[in-house]
Protein backbone atom coordinates (compact mmCIF):
# COMPACT_ATOMS: atom_id res chain seq x y z
CA UNK A 1 0.00 0.00 0.00
CA UNK A 2 2.94 2.23 0.73
CA UNK A 3 4.61 1.68 -2.60
CA UNK A 4 0.91 2.32 -4.01
CA UNK A 5 0.71 5.62 -2.41
CA UNK A 6 4.12 6.37 -3.42
CA UNK A 7 3.72 5.94 -7.28
CA UNK A 8 0.67 7.90 -6.74
CA UNK A 9 2.65 10.89 -5.88
CA UNK A 10 5.58 10.41 -8.51
CA UNK A 11 2.56 10.73 -11.34
CA UNK A 12 0.76 13.08 -10.00
CA UNK A 13 4.07 15.00 -10.14
CA UNK A 14 4.94 14.09 -13.30
CA UNK A 15 1.48 15.35 -14.77
CA UNK A 16 1.50 18.29 -13.10
CA UNK A 17 5.29 19.16 -14.37
CA UNK A 18 3.75 18.08 -18.10
CA UNK A 19 1.16 20.33 -17.47
CA UNK A 20 3.83 23.15 -16.36
CA UNK A 21 5.69 22.29 -19.36
CA UNK A 22 2.81 23.10 -22.36
CA UNK A 23 2.36 26.44 -20.86
CA UNK A 24 5.77 27.01 -21.18
CA UNK A 25 5.63 26.17 -24.58
CA UNK A 26 2.88 28.34 -25.72
CA UNK A 27 4.35 31.84 -26.14
CA UNK A 28 7.39 31.09 -28.00
CA UNK A 29 9.17 33.12 -30.79
CA UNK A 30 7.35 33.74 -33.87
CA UNK A 31 8.35 32.69 -37.56
CA UNK A 32 10.16 35.45 -39.43
CA UNK A 33 7.40 34.99 -41.99
CA UNK A 34 4.73 36.06 -39.03
CA UNK A 35 6.38 39.11 -38.51
CA UNK A 36 4.57 41.53 -41.48
CA UNK A 37 1.46 40.06 -39.78
CA UNK A 38 -1.52 43.07 -39.69
CA UNK A 39 -1.89 44.93 -36.37
CA UNK A 40 -4.62 44.41 -34.86
CA UNK A 41 -5.86 47.60 -34.86
CA UNK A 42 -4.20 50.16 -37.31
CA UNK A 43 -4.47 53.97 -35.44
CA UNK A 44 -4.81 55.63 -32.18
CA UNK A 45 -8.20 56.53 -32.31
CA UNK A 46 -9.80 52.65 -32.53
CA UNK A 47 -8.45 52.23 -29.35
CA UNK A 48 -10.82 54.71 -27.63
CA UNK A 49 -12.53 52.86 -25.01
CA UNK A 50 -10.34 50.08 -24.70
CA UNK A 51 -8.22 48.34 -22.06
CA UNK A 52 -4.24 49.22 -22.05
CA UNK A 53 -1.69 47.96 -19.87
CA UNK A 54 0.85 50.17 -17.97
CA UNK A 55 4.16 49.50 -15.77
CA UNK A 56 3.61 49.87 -12.59
CA UNK A 57 4.49 53.43 -11.42
CA UNK A 58 3.60 54.59 -15.01
CA UNK A 59 2.46 58.11 -15.28
CA UNK A 60 1.69 57.65 -19.30
CA UNK A 61 -2.06 56.36 -18.64
CA UNK A 62 -2.79 60.15 -17.91
CA UNK A 63 -1.37 61.17 -21.44
CA UNK A 64 -3.40 58.62 -23.19
CA UNK A 65 -6.64 60.00 -21.13
CA UNK A 66 -5.83 63.04 -22.43
CA UNK A 67 -5.69 61.59 -26.11
CA UNK A 68 -8.77 59.18 -26.00
CA UNK A 69 -11.64 58.81 -24.60
CA UNK A 70 -13.38 56.19 -21.87
CA UNK A 71 -9.83 53.80 -22.12
CA UNK A 72 -9.49 51.19 -19.11
CA UNK A 73 -5.95 50.74 -17.30
CA UNK A 74 -4.31 47.73 -15.70
CA UNK A 75 -0.79 47.93 -14.04
CA UNK A 76 1.93 45.18 -14.79
CA UNK A 77 5.46 44.77 -12.77
CA UNK A 78 7.24 45.38 -16.10
CA UNK A 79 6.68 45.77 -19.82
CA UNK A 80 7.13 42.00 -20.70
CA UNK A 81 4.26 41.15 -18.67
CA UNK A 82 1.99 44.09 -20.19
CA UNK A 83 3.17 42.52 -24.00
CA UNK A 84 2.44 39.09 -22.20
CA UNK A 85 -0.82 40.23 -21.52
CA UNK A 86 -1.88 42.04 -25.14
CA UNK A 87 -0.44 38.78 -26.57
CA UNK A 88 -3.46 36.45 -24.34
CA UNK A 89 -5.64 38.87 -26.00
CA UNK A 90 -6.60 40.41 -22.28
CA UNK A 91 -5.36 43.81 -23.22
CA UNK A 92 -5.79 45.93 -26.37
CA UNK A 93 -2.58 47.73 -26.22
CA UNK A 94 0.33 48.44 -23.79
CA UNK A 95 1.78 51.64 -23.44
CA UNK A 96 5.78 52.60 -22.87
CA UNK A 97 8.69 54.69 -24.04
CA UNK A 98 8.96 54.46 -27.80
CA UNK A 99 12.91 53.02 -27.10
CA UNK A 100 11.32 50.29 -25.11
CA UNK A 101 8.44 49.45 -27.10
CA UNK A 102 10.39 49.05 -30.28
CA UNK A 103 12.94 46.36 -28.70
CA UNK A 104 10.03 44.93 -27.27
CA UNK A 105 8.42 44.45 -30.61
CA UNK A 106 11.88 43.48 -32.22
CA UNK A 107 11.71 40.17 -29.10
CA UNK A 108 8.41 39.34 -29.89
CA UNK A 109 7.83 39.20 -34.02
CA UNK A 110 4.52 38.30 -35.12
CA UNK A 111 3.11 38.40 -32.64
CA UNK A 112 2.74 42.27 -31.71
CA UNK A 113 3.89 45.15 -33.22
CA UNK A 114 4.14 48.96 -32.87
CA UNK A 115 1.55 51.75 -34.05
CA UNK A 116 3.73 54.32 -36.10
CA UNK A 117 1.47 56.96 -34.41
CA UNK A 118 3.08 58.10 -31.11
CA UNK A 119 0.83 59.26 -27.76
CA UNK A 120 2.66 61.94 -27.07
CA UNK A 121 6.55 63.69 -26.71
CA UNK A 122 8.01 62.88 -23.57
CA UNK A 123 11.15 64.28 -21.57
CA UNK A 124 12.85 61.72 -18.84
CA UNK A 125 15.25 63.15 -16.26
CA UNK A 126 16.65 61.99 -12.58
CA UNK A 127 15.01 63.07 -9.42
CA UNK A 128 15.96 64.14 -6.10
CA UNK A 129 14.95 64.85 -2.72
CA UNK A 130 13.37 68.24 -2.70
CA UNK A 131 15.98 70.96 -1.82
CA UNK A 132 19.32 68.52 -3.14
CA UNK A 133 22.42 70.49 -3.97
CA UNK A 134 22.76 67.96 -6.68
CA UNK A 135 19.80 68.80 -9.05
CA UNK A 136 21.92 72.11 -9.91
CA UNK A 137 25.35 70.06 -10.32
CA UNK A 138 24.09 67.56 -12.76
CA UNK A 139 22.18 70.08 -14.58
CA UNK A 140 25.52 72.12 -15.02
CA UNK A 141 26.90 68.69 -16.63
CA UNK A 142 23.89 67.86 -18.66
CA UNK A 143 24.04 71.05 -20.08
CA UNK A 144 27.62 70.69 -20.92
CA UNK A 145 26.96 67.30 -22.39
CA UNK A 146 24.53 68.13 -24.54
CA UNK A 147 26.78 70.53 -25.97
CA UNK A 148 29.61 68.52 -26.73
CA UNK A 149 27.47 65.59 -28.05
CA UNK A 150 28.20 63.33 -25.10
CA UNK A 151 24.15 62.70 -24.94
CA UNK A 152 23.92 62.13 -28.71
CA UNK A 153 26.67 59.24 -28.18
CA UNK A 154 25.33 57.79 -25.39
CA UNK A 155 21.86 57.31 -27.01
CA UNK A 156 23.46 55.81 -29.84
CA UNK A 157 25.09 53.68 -28.31
CA UNK A 158 22.42 52.14 -25.87
CA UNK A 159 19.73 51.98 -28.50
CA UNK A 160 21.52 50.10 -31.42
CA UNK A 161 20.90 46.28 -31.84
CA UNK A 162 24.79 45.47 -31.19
CA UNK A 163 25.05 43.98 -27.41
CA UNK A 164 28.80 43.67 -27.72
CA UNK A 165 29.65 47.76 -27.44
CA UNK A 166 27.05 47.83 -24.17
CA UNK A 167 30.08 48.01 -21.38
CA UNK A 168 30.32 50.39 -18.69
CA UNK A 169 33.58 52.11 -17.66
CA UNK A 170 35.38 50.73 -14.38
CA UNK A 171 35.58 53.50 -11.77
CA UNK A 172 39.03 53.08 -11.57
CA UNK A 173 38.72 56.83 -10.73
CA UNK A 174 39.56 59.01 -7.37
CA UNK A 175 36.18 60.26 -4.88
CA UNK A 176 37.30 62.79 -2.70
CA UNK A 177 32.89 63.14 -1.85
CA UNK A 178 32.85 59.25 -1.02
CA UNK A 179 29.79 57.19 -3.23
CA UNK A 180 26.15 58.50 -4.67
CA UNK A 181 23.28 55.59 -4.45
CA UNK A 182 21.14 55.40 -7.59
CA UNK A 183 18.09 53.98 -7.50
CA UNK A 184 16.48 52.32 -10.78
CA UNK A 185 13.88 49.83 -11.62
CA UNK A 186 16.43 47.65 -14.06
CA UNK A 187 13.15 46.77 -15.80
CA UNK A 188 13.38 49.33 -18.99
CA UNK A 189 15.86 48.23 -21.66
CA UNK A 190 17.88 50.65 -22.90
CA UNK A 191 17.67 53.39 -20.05
CA UNK A 192 18.09 50.42 -16.98
CA UNK A 193 18.19 46.98 -17.23
CA UNK A 194 20.25 43.74 -15.67
CA UNK A 195 23.42 42.45 -17.75
CA UNK A 196 25.72 39.59 -17.90
CA UNK A 197 26.50 38.77 -14.34
CA UNK A 198 23.86 40.99 -12.94
CA UNK A 199 25.32 44.18 -13.68
CA UNK A 200 22.70 46.99 -13.94
CA UNK A 201 23.69 49.06 -17.16
CA UNK A 202 21.91 50.92 -19.77
CA UNK A 203 21.88 54.62 -20.78
CA UNK A 204 21.11 56.23 -17.28
CA UNK A 205 23.33 53.93 -15.36
CA UNK A 206 26.18 55.56 -17.94
CA UNK A 207 25.19 58.82 -17.64
CA UNK A 208 25.04 58.79 -13.76
CA UNK A 209 28.38 57.26 -13.69
CA UNK A 210 30.00 59.74 -15.99
CA UNK A 211 28.24 62.58 -13.50
CA UNK A 212 29.59 60.88 -10.58
CA UNK A 213 33.08 60.81 -12.15
CA UNK A 214 32.94 64.39 -13.02
CA UNK A 215 31.34 65.21 -9.67
CA UNK A 216 34.22 63.40 -7.64
CA UNK A 217 31.79 60.42 -6.82
CA UNK A 218 31.53 56.76 -7.04
CA UNK A 219 28.39 55.34 -8.05
CA UNK A 220 26.42 52.40 -6.33
CA UNK A 221 23.98 51.31 -8.45
CA UNK A 222 20.98 49.41 -6.80
CA UNK A 223 17.56 48.17 -8.55
CA UNK A 224 14.35 48.19 -6.92
CA UNK A 225 10.39 48.26 -8.61
CA UNK A 226 9.52 50.80 -10.28
CA UNK A 227 6.72 52.32 -7.86
CA UNK A 228 9.42 52.06 -4.64
CA UNK A 229 11.92 54.53 -6.37
CA UNK A 230 10.32 57.57 -5.28
CA UNK A 231 10.30 56.16 -1.93
CA UNK A 232 14.28 54.94 -1.43
CA UNK A 233 14.46 58.61 -2.83
CA UNK A 234 12.31 60.26 -0.44
CA UNK A 235 13.52 58.74 2.51
CA UNK A 236 17.23 58.91 1.57
CA UNK A 237 17.66 55.08 0.76
CA UNK A 238 19.30 56.52 -2.31
CA UNK A 239 20.63 60.15 -2.93
CA UNK A 240 18.82 59.82 -6.69
CA UNK A 241 16.75 58.00 -8.80
CA UNK A 242 15.74 57.89 -12.55
CA UNK A 243 15.31 58.33 -14.76
CA UNK A 244 11.36 58.77 -14.83
CA UNK A 245 9.03 61.49 -16.17
CA UNK A 246 8.83 64.32 -15.29
CA UNK A 247 4.75 65.61 -14.12
CA UNK A 248 3.75 68.67 -11.74
CA UNK A 249 2.80 65.85 -9.18
CA UNK A 250 5.67 64.68 -8.81
CA UNK A 251 7.65 67.76 -9.28
CA UNK A 252 5.49 68.91 -6.37
CA UNK A 253 7.57 66.18 -4.17
CA UNK A 254 11.00 66.14 -5.34
CA UNK A 255 13.77 68.20 -7.45
CA UNK A 256 14.30 66.59 -11.30
CA UNK A 257 16.85 67.64 -13.58
CA UNK A 258 16.61 68.45 -17.02
CA UNK A 259 15.82 66.32 -19.51
CA UNK A 260 18.35 63.59 -20.47
CA UNK A 261 17.30 62.37 -23.43
CA UNK A 262 13.51 63.77 -25.37
CA UNK A 263 11.49 60.32 -26.41
CA UNK A 264 7.76 59.31 -27.08
CA UNK A 265 5.12 57.53 -25.61
CA UNK A 266 4.32 54.27 -28.12
CA UNK A 267 1.69 51.78 -28.36
CA UNK A 268 2.24 48.04 -28.77
CA UNK A 269 -1.05 46.42 -30.48
CA UNK A 270 -1.52 42.53 -30.88
CA UNK A 271 -1.03 41.52 -34.45
CA UNK A 272 -3.94 39.82 -36.38
CA UNK A 273 -3.60 35.87 -35.91
CA UNK A 274 -0.86 36.46 -33.31
CA UNK A 275 2.40 34.27 -34.26
CA UNK A 276 3.40 30.82 -34.94
CA UNK A 277 6.01 29.20 -32.63
CA UNK A 278 9.50 28.53 -34.35
CA UNK A 279 10.71 25.22 -34.14
CA UNK A 280 7.20 23.41 -33.11
CA UNK A 281 6.97 22.98 -29.02
CA UNK A 282 10.43 22.01 -28.00
CA UNK A 283 12.48 24.11 -30.04
CA UNK A 284 10.63 26.92 -28.60
CA UNK A 285 11.08 25.69 -25.21
CA UNK A 286 14.89 25.70 -25.97
CA UNK A 287 14.82 29.05 -27.38
CA UNK A 288 13.24 30.04 -23.89
CA UNK A 289 15.55 27.74 -21.75
CA UNK A 290 18.81 28.98 -23.26
CA UNK A 291 17.30 33.08 -23.02
CA UNK A 292 16.47 32.19 -19.68
CA UNK A 293 19.81 30.62 -17.65
CA UNK A 294 22.38 30.50 -20.73
CA UNK A 295 22.44 33.47 -22.45
CA UNK A 296 24.60 36.41 -20.75
CA UNK A 297 25.05 33.98 -17.92
CA UNK A 298 21.74 34.32 -16.35
CA UNK A 299 22.02 31.57 -14.21
CA UNK A 300 24.20 33.12 -12.22
CA UNK A 301 21.10 35.46 -11.34
CA UNK A 302 18.75 32.39 -10.30
CA UNK A 303 21.14 30.58 -8.15
CA UNK A 304 22.09 34.54 -6.37
CA UNK A 305 18.30 35.08 -5.86
CA UNK A 306 17.75 31.90 -4.68
CA UNK A 307 21.07 31.57 -1.93
CA UNK A 308 19.02 35.05 -1.01
CA UNK A 309 15.85 33.60 -0.70
CA UNK A 310 17.26 30.59 1.73
CA UNK A 311 19.68 33.15 3.78
CA UNK A 312 16.41 35.19 4.71
CA UNK A 313 14.11 32.21 5.15
CA UNK A 314 16.65 30.23 7.52
CA UNK A 315 17.47 33.25 9.53
CA UNK A 316 14.07 34.38 10.15
CA UNK A 317 12.72 30.48 11.12
CA UNK A 318 15.32 30.17 13.44
CA UNK A 319 15.15 33.78 14.76
CA UNK A 320 11.12 33.68 14.47
CA UNK A 321 10.99 29.88 16.43
CA UNK A 322 13.37 31.44 18.98
CA UNK A 323 10.64 34.84 19.09
CA UNK A 324 7.98 32.70 19.63
CA UNK A 325 9.00 30.23 22.34
CA UNK A 326 9.99 33.80 24.16
CA UNK A 327 6.30 34.85 23.90
CA UNK A 328 5.37 31.47 25.20
CA UNK A 329 7.55 32.06 28.44
CA UNK A 330 6.24 35.69 28.72
CA UNK A 331 2.67 34.54 28.90
CA UNK A 332 3.44 31.92 31.18
CA UNK A 333 5.51 34.53 33.48
CA UNK A 334 2.16 35.71 34.89
CA UNK A 335 2.71 39.24 34.60
CA UNK A 336 -0.80 40.32 33.44
CA UNK A 337 1.03 43.41 31.26
CA UNK A 338 3.20 41.19 29.60
CA UNK A 339 0.68 39.05 28.27
CA UNK A 340 -1.41 41.46 26.85
CA UNK A 341 1.62 43.03 25.29
CA UNK A 342 2.13 39.83 23.44
CA UNK A 343 -1.42 39.94 22.76
CA UNK A 344 -0.78 43.46 20.87
CA UNK A 345 2.46 42.36 19.32
CA UNK A 346 0.39 39.07 17.65
CA UNK A 347 -2.60 40.87 17.03
CA UNK A 348 -0.75 44.15 15.29
CA UNK A 349 1.58 41.64 13.25
CA UNK A 350 -1.52 39.30 12.48
CA UNK A 351 -4.04 42.58 11.10
CA UNK A 352 -0.85 44.10 9.04
CA UNK A 353 0.33 43.11 5.53
CA UNK A 354 3.44 41.70 5.49
CA UNK A 355 4.78 43.40 2.49
CA UNK A 356 3.24 47.00 4.29
CA UNK A 357 5.55 45.52 7.49
CA UNK A 358 8.25 45.22 5.29
CA UNK A 359 8.29 48.44 3.55
CA UNK A 360 7.88 50.22 7.06
CA UNK A 361 11.00 48.87 8.29
CA UNK A 362 12.73 50.17 5.31
CA UNK A 363 11.97 53.15 4.31
CA UNK A 364 10.77 54.55 8.16
CA UNK A 365 12.10 52.53 10.92
CA UNK A 366 15.50 52.17 9.15
CA UNK A 367 14.99 54.95 6.52
CA UNK A 368 17.89 57.22 7.68
CA UNK A 369 20.15 54.38 8.54
CA UNK A 370 22.17 52.58 6.01
CA UNK A 371 20.90 48.67 6.77
CA UNK A 372 20.97 46.09 4.06
CA UNK A 373 17.54 45.29 3.02
CA UNK A 374 18.35 41.57 3.26
CA UNK A 375 18.33 42.32 7.16
CA UNK A 376 15.55 44.79 6.90
CA UNK A 377 13.58 41.41 5.74
CA UNK A 378 15.25 38.95 8.21
CA UNK A 379 13.29 41.22 10.62
CA UNK A 380 10.86 41.47 9.22
CA UNK A 381 10.31 38.01 8.48
CA UNK A 382 11.23 37.03 12.13
CA UNK A 383 8.64 39.28 13.65
CA UNK A 384 5.59 37.63 11.21
CA UNK A 385 6.84 34.10 11.45
CA UNK A 386 7.78 34.75 15.13
CA UNK A 387 3.96 36.08 16.15
CA UNK A 388 2.66 33.04 14.18
CA UNK A 389 4.84 30.23 15.99
CA UNK A 390 4.20 31.98 19.34
CA UNK A 391 0.49 31.93 19.04
CA UNK A 392 1.01 28.06 17.49
CA UNK A 393 3.44 27.11 20.18
CA UNK A 394 0.92 28.57 23.43
CA UNK A 395 -2.09 27.01 21.59
CA UNK A 396 0.01 23.57 22.08
CA UNK A 397 1.33 24.54 25.94
CA UNK A 398 -2.40 25.97 27.11
CA UNK A 399 -4.36 22.61 25.71
CA UNK A 400 -1.60 20.67 28.12
CA UNK A 401 -4.20 19.39 31.13
CA UNK A 402 -3.26 21.73 34.21
CA UNK A 403 -3.34 18.58 36.85
CA UNK A 404 0.17 17.71 34.97
CA UNK A 405 1.70 21.03 36.36
CA UNK A 406 -0.24 20.56 39.48
CA UNK A 407 1.30 16.89 39.71
CA UNK A 408 4.77 17.73 39.00
CA UNK A 409 4.31 20.60 41.80
CA UNK A 410 3.68 18.30 44.43
CA UNK A 411 6.06 16.00 43.42
CA UNK A 412 8.39 18.83 44.40
CA UNK A 413 9.75 20.14 40.54
CA UNK A 414 10.05 23.82 40.23
CA UNK A 415 7.67 25.73 37.74
CA UNK A 416 10.29 26.05 35.40
CA UNK A 417 11.68 22.32 35.56
CA UNK A 418 7.66 21.29 35.05
CA UNK A 419 7.67 23.22 31.79
CA UNK A 420 10.99 21.97 30.68
CA UNK A 421 10.21 18.22 31.59
CA UNK A 422 6.69 17.93 31.66
CA UNK A 423 4.73 20.23 29.83
CA UNK A 424 6.90 21.48 26.62
CA UNK A 425 7.72 17.83 25.53
CA UNK A 426 4.14 17.25 24.51
CA UNK A 427 3.10 20.32 23.56
CA UNK A 428 5.99 19.99 21.10
CA UNK A 429 4.57 16.95 19.75
CA UNK A 430 1.49 18.66 18.59
CA UNK A 431 2.80 22.25 17.65
CA UNK A 432 5.78 20.67 15.14
CA UNK A 433 4.22 19.43 12.46
CA UNK A 434 2.30 23.18 12.27
CA UNK A 435 5.34 24.92 12.80
CA UNK A 436 6.98 22.56 9.78
CA UNK A 437 3.80 23.82 7.48
CA UNK A 438 4.21 27.81 8.59
CA UNK A 439 8.28 27.55 8.02
CA UNK A 440 7.45 26.57 4.12
CA UNK A 441 4.68 29.04 4.01
CA UNK A 442 7.63 31.71 4.92
CA UNK A 443 9.56 30.45 2.65
CA UNK A 444 6.94 31.54 -0.24
CA UNK A 445 6.46 34.88 1.76
CA UNK A 446 9.98 36.33 0.97
CA UNK A 447 8.70 36.39 -2.71
CA UNK A 448 7.88 39.84 -1.56
CA UNK A 449 11.53 41.60 -0.69
CA UNK A 450 12.27 43.06 -4.43
CA UNK A 451 10.14 46.18 -2.94
CA UNK A 452 12.88 46.86 -0.52
CA UNK A 453 16.04 46.39 -3.57
CA UNK A 454 16.56 43.16 -2.16
CA UNK A 455 17.26 40.49 -4.87
CA UNK A 456 16.01 37.20 -4.63
CA UNK A 457 14.62 34.33 -6.72
CA UNK A 458 11.54 35.97 -7.30
CA UNK A 459 13.25 39.38 -8.50
CA UNK A 460 16.06 37.70 -10.54
CA UNK A 461 12.82 36.18 -12.37
CA UNK A 462 11.17 40.02 -13.04
CA UNK A 463 14.80 40.99 -13.98
CA UNK A 464 15.69 38.30 -16.72
CA UNK A 465 11.20 38.57 -17.74
CA UNK A 466 12.09 42.42 -18.67
CA UNK A 467 15.13 41.58 -20.46
CA UNK A 468 13.95 38.90 -22.64
CA UNK A 469 10.71 39.70 -22.93
CA UNK A 470 9.85 36.60 -22.54
CA UNK A 471 7.12 36.38 -19.38
CA UNK A 472 5.99 32.45 -18.90
CA UNK A 473 9.44 30.37 -19.13
CA UNK A 474 11.01 32.62 -16.14
CA UNK A 475 7.83 32.70 -14.12
CA UNK A 476 7.28 29.12 -14.63
CA UNK A 477 11.32 28.06 -13.84
CA UNK A 478 10.69 30.36 -10.90
CA UNK A 479 7.60 28.28 -9.44
CA UNK A 480 9.62 25.03 -10.58
CA UNK A 481 12.35 26.37 -8.35
CA UNK A 482 10.13 26.90 -5.25
CA UNK A 483 8.32 23.49 -5.47
CA UNK A 484 11.29 22.26 -5.55
CA UNK A 485 12.57 23.68 -2.85
CA UNK A 486 10.17 23.87 -0.69
CA UNK A 487 9.37 19.92 -1.12
CA UNK A 488 13.10 19.20 -0.13
CA UNK A 489 12.76 21.75 3.01
CA UNK A 490 9.63 19.79 4.10
CA UNK A 491 11.32 16.56 3.59
CA UNK A 492 14.48 17.82 5.88
CA UNK A 493 12.05 18.80 8.38
CA UNK A 494 10.24 15.78 8.33
CA UNK A 495 13.43 13.83 9.17
CA UNK A 496 14.13 16.45 11.91
CA UNK A 497 10.98 16.22 13.65
CA UNK A 498 11.26 12.72 13.50
CA UNK A 499 14.25 12.54 15.10
CA UNK A 500 12.92 14.98 17.69
CA UNK A 501 10.10 12.42 18.23
CA UNK A 502 10.71 10.99 21.25
CA UNK A 503 8.18 8.07 20.80
CA UNK A 504 10.98 6.97 18.08
CA UNK A 505 13.49 6.21 20.06
CA UNK A 506 14.62 2.89 21.63
CA UNK A 507 13.24 2.39 25.41
CA UNK A 508 15.26 0.86 27.91
CA UNK A 509 14.38 0.02 31.67
CA UNK A 510 17.10 0.64 34.14
CA UNK A 511 18.20 -2.80 35.53
CA UNK A 512 17.27 -5.00 32.50
CA UNK A 513 20.00 -5.95 30.46
CA UNK A 514 19.71 -6.36 26.91
CA UNK A 515 21.10 -9.37 25.64
Known amino acids: MKRQAIRRRLLALIAALLAVVSLVGLPTTARAEDAAAEPA ?26 RLEGTEEDFYPSLAECVAAVEAGKEDAAVQLSYCCQLA ?11 PEPIADVSEGFFF ?27 AKWVAPDESGKTLPDQDWDAPNGTLKFATSGVIEPFSYVGEGGVPKGYDVELALRIARELGYHLDVFTIPMDSIFASVDTGKADFGGTLTQTPERASVCDFSDTVMPTTISVIVATEGGGTAEGGFFGGMAE ?39 TVLARRSGVRWVGKLVDGYQALMGGIPLVVVLMVLYYVVFGSLDVAGEIVAIIAFTLAFGSTAGSTMWTAVDGIDVIQEETGLALGYTRQEVFRKIIFPQARQQFT ?15 IVGYIAVQDLTRAG ?8 DAFFPLISTAIIYFLFCRLLAWLLRRVAARLDVTNRPRTIEGVIDK
Open 288 to 326: SFRKTFIEEDRWQLIVGGLGVTVLISVCAGALGVLLGFA
Open 462 to 469: DLIRARTM
Open 129 to 155: PKGSALTAQFNELIARFSQDGTLDELE
Open 105 to 115: VNRRPGTVTLL
Open 41 to 66: YQTLDELAGKRFAYVNGSVYNQRVQE
Open 433 to 447: PQLMGQFVSLVKDTA
